[in-house]
């Protein structure tokens, strides 16, 4: 896990061409959005929104859930389940205060007070940093699509997922 990360320093400007590469690959990871087109929002109240919309695409979450089942299944094999559960356990404790620290900056500098807000960002990077190391304990590396979900995380990024057919990245 990095040292270092940018948790949502970049959240609302535009995307820079390597952000869309990566957006690009992350996309092609998933059978499930292999062709679905990114696009982004540019503040925490279109986030926001998105988050709460009613019609926001849950098959992205559903494919994720299963996914994240069968590598648990990969790496629990590999490592076994109470070492598996301790390592993750492990990586959230490490990360849990800069994400939220992060997220709650980020939230303050846009002029929010809105601890919701605040909580689903740093709840959804702390999900794809357990993620990301299932992949990678599952012998799956740093390609896999969940890698790739959290790498835009440690960029500044915040992955929304799947909303009116295009994935959205803020």
Same mark, same amino acid.
């Not at 925490?44 to 994240?68: F, H, K, T, V, Y």
């Not at 304990?137 to 835009?152: D, I, S």
């Given at each position: 896990? =990095?040292?270092?990360?940018?948790?949502?320093?970049?959240?609302? *400007? =535009?995307?820079? =061409?390597? &952000?869309?590469?990566?957006?690009? /690959?992350?996309? *092609?990871?998933?059978? !499930?959005?292999?062709?679905?087109?990114? @696009?982004?929002?540019?503040?925490?109240?279109?986030?926001?929104? +998105? !988050?709460? $919309?009613?019609?926001?695409?849950?098959?992205?979450?559903? @494919?994720? /859930?299963? &996914?994240?089942?069968?590598?648990?299944?990969?790496?629990?094999?590999? %490592?076994?389940?109470?070492? %598996?559960?301790?390592? *993750?356990?492990?990586?959230?404790?490490?990360?849990?205060?800069? +994400?939220?620290?992060?997220?709650?900056?980020?939230?303050?500098?846009?002029? !929010?007070?809105?601890?919701?807000?605040?909580?689903?960002?740093?709840?959804?990077? *702390?999900?794809?940093?357990?993620?990301?190391? %299932?992949?990678?304990?599952?012998?799956?590396?740093?390609?896999?699509?969940? $890698?790739?979900?959290?790498?835009?995380?440690?960029?500044?990024?915040?992955?929304?997922?799947? #909303?009116?057919?295009? #994935?959205?990245?803020?």
């Amino acid at each position: 896990m =990095p040292a270092s990360a940018a948790w949502f320093a970049r959240v609302g *400007l =535009p995307l820079a =061409p390597g &952000e869309r590469a990566e957006i690009g /690959e992350l996309l *092609l990871g998933s059978h !499930l959005l292999a062709h679905a087109e990114s @696009d982004n929002v540019e503040s925490w109240a279109e986030a926001s929104a +998105i !988050l709460r $919309a009613a019609d926001r695409d849950g098959s992205w979450w559903d @494919d994720e /859930e299963a &996914e994240r089942e069968r590598l648990w299944i990969c790496a629990a094999d590999r %490592l076994g389940e109470r070492a %598996l559960s301790n390592q *993750l356990t492990g990586i959230v404790d490490a990360l849990i205060q800069p +994400i939220r620290d992060s997220a709650g900056h980020a939230v303050t500098r846009a002029g !929010l007070a809105d601890s919701s807000l605040t909580g689903a960002a740093s709840g959804a990077a *702390l999900l794809a940093a357990q993620q990301s190391a %299932l992949a990678c304990f599952a012998g799956e590396g740093g390609t896999h699509f969940f $890698a790739r979900k959290f790498a835009l995380f440690t960029i500044g990024r915040w992955p929304l997922g799947l #909303y009116l057919g295009r #994935y959205i990245v803020f």
